[in-house]
């Protein structure tokens, strides 16, 4: 069975789910796999993260097998999301292929989505008898709208490519998967030019907003960390350098 491959290389991180014989559907050991990972690279000043498979399929979910395991108290591909939300630095999900069930919350969790035009999503949930978790529901809301994640997740509604685009699913596509790695490229190029320190603090002010969760003093202190660190004065240096050299 292979496991989902991880690596960290001119600080990008990247998790690449290759189970191909099973669509890539994640069992609970990858799942472990992977927030053990995101627990060891979070406080790393990396780039970005990367999240994509191998094949014709980005992933098919949870691996049915294991849906009868467990009292399923917790929901682990929640669990993962989380982490991934709460990472210091950029997450994209680069999608190769078609992204069901559980896997949709996997993309909805990073920071932005990157696909090419076989890319589809359905959420057969019901069919199975299953209850989607909040989180999940959560991230489709913010992402779908009330009445269109009715119709994914009540009536398993499938998404395609144009359709996924118009909602606004996907922040970047091309019609190869070969043109989405050449986006992928401009992206990170991109973050390379970006002070981490202010995607950092604009990262964390985001989730606590998105859950209710604002303190002011701290929001104060975020916003100033940059004045009084000297960060913005660095900043303001690079970018009138980099203006002569045009």
Sequence with gaps: ?????????????????????????????????????????????LRCLILSGKGDTFSSGMYLQELNIGDWQENPISEVCDLIEKLPFISICLLNGGIYGGSVELALSCDFRIGCSSVKLKIPATKFGIHYGVKGIRRCLEAFGLQLSRKILFLGRSLDFKELIDVGFLDYHAKDIDSTHIILERIID?????????????????????????????????FSHSFKSGIVAKRLKFYRKSKKEE
């Design 1 to 45: 069975m292979n496991r989902p491959e991880f690596k960290v290389k001119n600080k990008i991180a990247t998790i690449t789910l290759r189970a191909e014989a099973r669509k890539n559907a994640v069992d609970r050991k990858d799942l472990d796999l992977i927030a053990k990972f995101l627990e060891k690279i979070k406080n790393e000043k």
């Design 190 to 222: 991109e973050i390379s030019e970006l002070s981490l320190d202010a995607i950092w603090q604009m990262k964390a002010t985001l989730h606590d907003l998105r859950n209710n969760n604002i303190n002011h003093s701290r929001e104060k202190s975020r």
